[in-house]
């Protein structure tokens, strides 16, 4: 079974940063999405599992970046943070050999339980 443990949420004000921890049990794509309150759950960013292809959505480029750690791990380094980011922030795990970076929550098969992230004004 496939576990996937998100940390490194919390709360800080508008303007600051966070980094974000997802620690998996073996090495696969992974991708970064978000969900606010009543909201669908929304992309943020994914890397493959060598860590050489990265996607970020429009809104995380230039403030989001999302390094491999390791080959079971990745993060998720937030710059600038505003309100508007305050959402529940979970990784997901995408399965195959070498699978492309994938936006799509449709392409993920397993997922932690979240992180929340909450910025205040």
């Known amino acids: 079974q496939v576990q996937l443990v998100e940390s490194g949420g919390g709360l800080v004000q508008a303007g600051g940063s966070l980094r974000l921890s997802c620690v998996a049990s073996g090495s696969y794509a992974m991708g970064w999405f978000r969900q606010a309150p009543g909201k669908e759950r929304e992309y943020v960013a994914a890397?493959?599992?060598?860590?050489?292809?990265l996607l970020y959505a429009d809104f995380a480029k230039g403030r989001f970046f999302c390094p491999r750690h390791n080959k079971n791990s990745v993060y998720l380094q937030m710059n600038n943070l505003t309100p508007e980011d305050t959402a529940v922030y979970y990784c997901g795990a995408r399965m195959g050999d070498e699978p492309a970076p994938s936006p799509s929550t449709q392409d993920y098969s397993y997922w932690g339980r979240g992180t929340q992230v909450t910025v205040s004004s």
């Open positions: 890397i493959s599992r060598s860590g050489d292809r």
